[in-house]
């Protein structure tokens, strides 16, 4: 057993689970260019069925935030972009052509076909980047032995891929995507069975994520402790509220939407100083300067909540 020091306090643990996005990658560079391409597909597809795809919908059916230009620049933290398997994604756009028009079947073979396209550009434009920090913390954990997991909401295949894409998928015995559960999160079935995959026992392992959902799957499995990463906590309010209003038109190509999304990550790791989207006001129930009203609103179940891995460390316990 090793010691997971926090700044809220030290915990003896196991093992590590960790979520993906948001969490080892970030989420904008890879989830804003996928969510910008779909959206663009999704909004041209109907103008085929001479249909119509309302603004004021186009942030708030991804749970997306966008700039003037129509381009992803945040997400909402308590969306289904952020906590919805893709599944909940495309039966949300499904509903969304059913009721502009189309019939069930149409509005189902249009989003399949949407969202081929937007992996498919994925597939070539990789906009994938880690988390700063993220790297030094796990080479920290595998030079102690420690064993690591991946419990997404992601599909177990892309979960893989995003991993291989970032390097880092030699680091986690276990990448547990929501298709291999019944439940996905906030139910605790992922944590249990990469625990059970990892040979541990879920009393003894630390939970890392970036929503709640992470937060309550840790509880509801009975974690050790359940460490919410809140780099970007305070422009997930602005995204919640944005959702709510009407969002500009997207447009331009995939690889041209990878490269805005990521060059908006860019921008955010400079104002932060940190790497990553709003680093430096990180949440405060680990004693941090930072938005204690955003922590609550958006990680009201986390036990410690971080700004960034720089924050973390691990050590063998003294006996």
Request: hydrophobic share 45%.
């Amino acid at each position: 057993m090793i010691e997971l020091n926090t700044p809220q306090g030290n915990y003896p643990v196991s093992a590590i689970l960790f979520d993906k996005d948001g969490t080892l990658l970030q989420f904008v560079s890879l989830w804003g260019s996928w969510g910008e391409f779909f959206l663009d597909q999704f909004a041209r597809k109907l103008e085929q069925h001479g249909l119509s795809f309302p603004e004021q919908h186009r942030a708030s059916l991804l749970g997306t935030v966008h700039d003037a230009a129509g381009r992803i620049t945040d997400y909402d933290r308590n969306g289904p972009l952020a906590m919805g398997t893709m599944s909940d994604l495309y039966a949300i756009a499904s509903w969304q052509g059913y009721s502009l028009g189309l019939s069930w079947a149409e509005a189902v073979e249009l989003v399949d076909s949407c969202r081929n396209a937007a992996d498919a550009m994925l597939e070539q434009s990789r906009p994938v980047r880690p988390l700063p920090g993220l790297v030094p913390f796990l080479d920290a954990c595998a030079a102690l032995g420690i064993p690591m997991a991946v419990v997404t909401a992601d599909e177990t295949a892309a979960a893989e891929n995003h991993l291989r894409w970032l390097g880092i998928r030699q680091y986690f015995t276990a990448v547990i995507g929501t298709d291999q559960v019944e439940r996905g999160k906030p139910f605790p079935d992922m944590a249990l069975l990469a625990c059970g995959r990892l040979g541990v026992s879920p009393t003894e392992a630390a939970v890392i994520g970036d929503t709640n959902g992470d937060m309550r799957m840790a509880k509801a499995a009975g974690a050790a402790v359940a460490i919410g990463l809140a780099g970007g906590v305070t422009a997930g309010l602005a995204a919640s509220a944005a959702a709510e209003g009407p969002a500009a038109n997207s447009g331009g190509n995939g690889q041209a939407a990878a490269s805005r999304v990521t060059a908006a990550a860019d921008a955010d790791a400079a104002a932060s100083g940190s790497g990553d989207a709003h680093g430096a006001a990180g949440a405060g129930r680990c004693g941090l300067a930072a938005d204690t009203r955003a922590d609550g609103t958006l990680l009201p179940d986390a036990d410690c909540i971080v700004s960034s891995y720089a924050e973390l460390g691990v050590r063998r316990m003294v006996r």
